[in-house]
C-alpha cells in the first residue's frame, strides 16, 4: 500500500464519527479565513476527500456522497484537513470556486441574529440559482 492510503487509515481512525457515521466538517477559506459552510462527511467522504484534494460531503437527504459543486461547479479544493482537540469536528481550509452557499452566496452564514432578534441578510446573492443548477 502506498503511503497516502496509510495515512488516510490513520486518519479514518483518529475521527470519532457520532452514532450514524458522520463527522461536522466546517469549510473556510484559506486565503481569508471566512467561515463557508458546514457539512457532514463519512469515512467515504473524507477518504475521497484526502484522495483526491476535492471536498466530498456525505448528503444526509439524498443518503449519498456528494461532491462539491458536482452540479453547480462551485468546487472546493481541499488546501489543508485539521481535526479538532476531541476528534470529533473537521475544519477544512478550501480554496472555493465561485460560491459555497445553495443560494448563490459566498457563505451559507448570511443571516445576521440582531440583539432584539431579528434577522438580518447581511450577504448578497452574487450568482443566480439559475445559473448555478440550469433550472
Known amino acids: 500500500m502506498s503511503k497516502v ?20 466538517a466546517i469549510a473556510q477559506r484559506h486565503d481569508t479565513g471566512e467561515v463557508l459552510m458546514l457539512a457532514w462527511m463519512n469515512r467515504d467522504a473524507v477518504a475521497e476527500t484526502l484522495a483526491t484534494n476535492r471536498v466530498c460531503y456525505w448528503s444526509r437527504s439524498r443518503q449519498q456522497l456528494w461532491r462539491k459543486g458536482e452540479r453547480s461547479g462551485q468546487i472546493q479544493r481541499l488546501v489543508e484537513m485539521r481535526l479538532d482537540c476531541d476528534n470529533d469536528a473537521l475544519l477544512l481550509r478550501v480554496e472555493q470556486t465561485g460560491v459555497a452557499c445553495h ?22 446573492v452574487e450568482v443566480d440559482l439559475g445559473a448555478l443548477y440550469g433550472d
Open 5 to 24: 492510503v496509510s495515512k488516510t487509515s490513520g486518519a479514518l481512525a483518529a475521527i470519532r464519527f457520532d452514532d450514524n457515521g458522520l463527522v461536522p
Open 103 to 124: 443560494t448563490g452566496r459566498r457563505s451559507c452564514f448570511y443571516q445576521q441574529i440582531q440583539g432584539d432578534g431579528e434577522i438580518r441578510e447581511v450577504l448578497p
